[in-house]
């Protein structure tokens, strides 16, 4: 009987199972003789032929060997579980340094929240979190790493731009009462941070300029997507001794990176100019030759600040 289900009909050899899984085709055959992962079907000249679910659980199978553990160990999980584990692997290699106190599985309850669209829970989780944790280490430790693995997630398909969109509300606004708090009572100098014309995430500037109030500077914060010249002049305006974007997309194109060499160019001598983002740090030659200093992350923005604040 033919199986109307695309995910589960037996309709790959063993050489496409193999290529897609990326295992040796022995080794498909060793596991599952010796154990049983898989139960393929037989064509009528008696070739193995497997499903997508087939596929996915060998892929998954084979990651989680590669994370060190015995396929012995695993091989009676069920899909949905090794597909948990694996997530684990990949996020414990994902998060920053800094994030070590962070245990792996609050990250783990927030991105089951934000698969399930539960904001009220994501909100909660975060929320617990500030307490235990405090300000700096939610966001450094918790939040950067979330959005970084919820955008890796979205890229690869596995979550839905709803999904990205509930992370991103939900981060914003825990960020965003956290900024309302944190302005120093005795600034050590004004910041601006924005996001430039197109850039429309972010969190990254919210996170930014919370680091920068932390550091003890008077934060001015314009919110996303901006035209070059309204930057400008509002640092003109308030005598921003810095201006920090966020520039998230990973491939901007060139009316992206003219809107940033604009500004650089037009505060260049007044105004220090600091970026981060994916964008930023895929195209830092190019940002670099127009002045601008282009951050890693929060601990190197920190670091920035720190070094703006001794040659004051």
Known sequence: MNDSNPSTAKRHPIQVAARRS??????LRAWERRYGVVEPARSEGRQRLYSDEDVERLRLLRLTVEQG???SAVADLSTKELAALVLEDQVETSVTPHSTSVHTATLLDCLDAIGQLDGVELQNLLRWRLLEVGSSELIEGLIAPLMVEVGRLWHEGRLSAGHEHLATQVSREIVAAILADSQPSHPRGTILVATAAHQRHEVGALMAAVAAAQEGWRVVYLGADLPARDIVEACDKVKAGILALSFAYRNPDA??????ESIAKELAGH?????????AVSSRERLVAVGVVVVEDLAAFRAELARFAGRE
């Open 22 to 27: 990326g295992l040796s085709q022995d080794i």
């Open 271 to 279: 105004t220090s100019v600091l970026i981060g983002g994916s964008a």
């Open 255 to 260: 009316n992206d990176l003219q809107e940033i």
């Open 69 to 71: 553990r015995r396929i």
